[in-house]
């Protein structure tokens, strides 16, 4: 099993940057993927980007490319989104999850575990 603890949501705005962090622990030596998701109300959930954990690789939702980074830091089993450039559909419950297979999918359902989520709003 694996434990996803999600932090840094908050009050956003316009322009600005909030960092979000997911601190996993458990058998973390299963994960191959970890993902970054978020759902607005009334809305699915939807993939805002992913990374391989032992090659770095990532990939990005068009809607966050060049404003958003994720990056791990193994040595601290955390994952981290950098969000730049903030817009205010980007307010949303954002999630970390974590996959244990061979593939980084870009569907929820394909992911075997979900931290609780933190909340990004807007200020405005």
């Known amino acids: 099993q694996v434990q996803l603890v999600e932090s840094g949501g908050g009050s956003m705005q316009a322009e600005g940057t909030l960092r979000l962090s997911c601190a996993a622990s458990?058998?973390?030596?299963?994960?191959?993927?970890m993902g970054w998701f978020r759902q607005a109300p009334g809305k699915e959930r939807e993939v805002v980007a992913r990374?391989?954990?032992?090659?770095?690789?990532?990939y990005y939702a068009d809607s966050v490319k060049g404003r958003f980074t994720i990056s791990q830091d193994k040595r601290k089993n955390t994952v981290y989104l950098q969000m730049n450039l903030l817009k205010p559909e980007d307010t949303a419950t954002y999630y970390c999850?974590?996959?244990?297979?061979?593939?980084?999918?870009?569907?929820?359902?394909?992911?075997?575990?979900w931290g609780q989520g933190t909340q990004v709003t807007d200020s405005s």
């Open positions: 999850a974590a996959d244990s297979g061979t593939w980084c999918p870009r569907l929820a359902a394909n992911y075997n575990y």
């Open positions: 458990g058998n973390t030596y299963n994960i191959y993927c």
């Open positions: 990374i391989v954990s032992n090659n770095n690789a990532t």
